[in-house]
């Protein structure tokens, strides 16, 4: 039988090539990204350390390697749409239909809680039904498709917008806490513990 240890895990900046290496194929084979180039490692690891400080990044290794990662970045930039995010996820082919993704995304959404955002967003490239049955399963709603807005291998590409609301939208909501001034609380160890429950099992 072959053994497995899985493990979720805040990003390191160790991580860089590891994730940049998940990341690589869909820069390069699909328009699942609109990036056309791969970035160079130490751009990628600058990106890591600008997201990671304020946004909740996670990485999922089997046996030590690293095998795929989820992320939340800025919505937008003006001050009233600080409780929105965006997220990610990415695995690489060998991890898919394990339940990782869904385990990486309902971690975001804790740490994302516990911060105190609202509003979560993903685009998605069309067609990618795969990733639109994924979305829809974990809660998201189709907001709106942004007709041929892309333009990568040498033809236009549809993108679908979902929306997931993460609590409720009381007033005079508290300004969200940046990751940086929660990696020593005991409520981040215990989401990242019940993720590893989850992957355990």
């Given at each position: 039988m072959e053994n497995n240890t899985f493990e979720i895990r805040l990003i390191q900046a160790g991580d860089n090539q590891a994730v940049l290496a998940v990341y690589k194929p869909y820069i390069e084979n699909t328009a699942i990204t609109f990036e056309y180039d791969v970035p160079a490692s130490e751009a990628f690891l600058e990106r890591i350390k600008h997201i990671?400080?304020?946004?909740?990044?996670?990485?999922?290794?089997q046996n030590n390697e690293v095998i795929g990662y989820a992320y939340a970045s800025k919505y937008r930039d003006r001050a009233a749409y600080q409780w929105a995010a965006e997220?990610?996820?990415y695995l690489t082919e060998g991890a898919h239909r394990k339940g990782i993704a869904r385990v990486l995304y309902e971690t975001l959404f804790d740490i994302l809680r516990f911060l105190g955002y609202t509003n979560l967003y993903a685009i998605i490239t069309l067609p990618n039904p795969k990733s639109v049955g994924f979305h829809q399963a974990m809660g998201f709603q189709e907001i709106g498709i942004f007709r041929k807005v892309g333009y990568k291998f040498d033809e236009w590409h549809d993108v679908i917008w979902f929306e997931r609301h993460l609590m409720g939208h009381g007033d005079n909501p508290e300004i969200p806490k940046k990751m940086n001034d929660i990696l020593d609380s005991n409520a981040l160890k215990k989401i990242i513990q019940q993720a590893n429950e989850k992957v355990a099992c």
């Open positions: 990671s400080t304020a946004y909740p990044w996670l990485v999922c290794l997220s990610a996820v």
